[in-house]
């Protein structure tokens, strides 16, 4: 890693997965951008000396002009319109149209490198139309496009199957010419998922599935405790890899989609069943020392830990990006 000082700035800055990556790299992190009021109370809890800006981004000609210049602009932009998830709606959704916002700063800032982070199905949404127009988009404004999806176990010790596509471009060629993606990390050495449980006896009992309408089910099919369930529409699915499915914006609303674990089998054979907690979603991004504030909801958490990104695999990209910049 070079010794070069890079400055960044945020859009859709969330609870600031990304620029946390960016700091670990060595950037100066100037701005940040975010009107989610639950994101920014995680956000200025866990990073007070950032500029975090409670504005939102469709509204840039309010503020764009007070925005310090930076090397690189990242945005980690709103995915639902373009996930299965999402119903695909794309370009027709407010949140999907919330790109072509993204390009107001570029040509505004003019940045020396780009990050854009979305659902791998961004690649393929609309038979790939949508894609194309991202693309079109960038490369009308004089930027170089590299992308490739990515899946978080596939580049760091993190145990999760997340797969998200990563969008890098450069407004020079010879950044663009020196950029390449990181090598892929060796999976005999991701960490056992143990490794980001809280201790048992620290879990409140409010995450236990006791209770659970379909408790009788999920008694019956989970058998490991080596192993993380994802309850999906009607039955629990077993992760055959031992790892943490992919964590969703809305695994906190219903007994749908929180990853779920076999915690322990008493003498009489009975199953204590729990969901991951808050704490242990976020540990899976990364972020197993961000603060989380007691005023909110446990629903909130979970979207957020859900729309975060994993923060390794950023890290490795910011790394990539830096040495791209560093040719003169």
Known sequence: MTNNKYTVGGLFSGIGGIEKAFEQAKYEV???????????????LNFPNHHLIDKDVMDYKDYI???????????GFPCQAFSIAGYRKGFKDERGNLFFSITKFIKYLKPRAILLENVKNLENHDDGNTFRIIKKELTDLGYIVHYKVMNTCDYTDIPQNRERIFIIAFLYKKHSEAFKFPNKFDQRKLKPIHKFFVPDEQVDNKFDY?????????????????????????????????????????MGTGGHNVPLRLVKINTDGTKIIRKLTPKECFSFQGLKSLKLPSNISDTQLYKQAGNSVTVPLVKKLAVSIKKALDID
Do not use: G, H
């Open 30 to 44: 100037k701005w940040a951008i975010e009107n989610d009021k639950n994101c920014n109370l995680v956000y200025k």
């Open 65 to 75: 002009s007070s925005l310090d210049k930076v090397d690189v602009l990242t945005a």
């Open 210 to 250: 006791n209770d659970f309408y379909d408790i009788k089910k999920l008694r019956k099919i989970m058998d490991d405790i080596n192993t993380l369930y994802q309850y999906r529409r009607t039955d629990p699915r077993k992760n055959m890899s031992n790892m943490c499915p992919a964590l969703t914006a809305n």
